[in-house]
């Protein structure tokens, strides 16, 4: 899909594709780097994360190991609750392992404090953040994260994994839409 296809859907093309992928050739090196010779499980965060972790993944040299959580946080509206519930489970073990979670995007934070204790709370070696996406004003609780692609401004997003009522997530660029879009 291109901005085209969204017609008058569409307000502003935040980050084009080539930027998407500019800014994650220059993470998989940092990560081929802080990672060699260690056994990496990359834990997407289903379903926005599904872009991300296809893109990040194939440009890595180290060798991974992939597995997924689906968690919910947000209904179908715009705004975090806060609220955060497992939907699917690893299927892995996590003792002993390099985990390095792979996001869409941090909003207010509340999602990813809450996953990452979870997961430090099953005995991995380490467990790091990689996002491409970042709202710093919209943060309500401090996350560490390790790599970040773009710190973008606190507004509602979609493409590149990420939805409005489960859509918009085929974008191959981060955009905004039109209000008239969530008038109904
Ligand atoms: P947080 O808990 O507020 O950091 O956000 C949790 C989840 O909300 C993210 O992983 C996204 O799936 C979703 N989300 C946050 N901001 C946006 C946005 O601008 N567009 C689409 N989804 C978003
Ligand atoms: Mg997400």
């Known amino acids: 899909m291109d901005p085209a296809d969204l017609g008058d859907q569409l307000q502003d093309v935040l980050l084009t594709e080539e930027q998407l992928h500019t800014r994650l050739d220059e993470i998989a090196v940092e ?3 802080d990672y060699a010779g260690k056994d990496v499980l990359l834990v997407g965060v289903l379903k926005g994360a599904v872009m991300v972790m296809a893109d990040l993944a194939r440009r890595l040299h180290t060798p991974v190991a992939m597995d997924w959580m689906a968690v919910s ?5 715009t ?3 806060g609220v955060v519930r497992i939907l699917k489970d690893l299927d892995t073990d996590l003792s002993g392992r390099h985990v390095l979670i792979v996001e869409d995007i941090i909003d207010s934070g509340l ?3 809450w996953l990452l204790s979870n997961l430090r709370s099953r005995g991995p070696a380490s467990v790091e953040i990689a996002t491409m996406l970042r709202k710093p004003d919209a943060a309500k609780v401090q996350v560490d994260v390790r790599y970040v692609g773009f710190d973008i401004p606190n507004e509602f997003v979609v493409g590149y994994g990420l939805d409005y009522a489960e859509r918009y997530r ?3 660029f981060v955009g905004t839409l039109a209000p008239h879009v969530y008038g109904g």
Do not use: V
Not at 73 to 77: A, D, P, Q, V
């Open 79 to 81: 705004k975090s609750s």
């Open 31 to 33: 990560i081929d780097r």
């Open 73 to 77: 946080s947000y209904g179908s509206g």
């Open 170 to 172: 085929n974008l191959p």
């Open 111 to 113: 999602t990813l404090s």
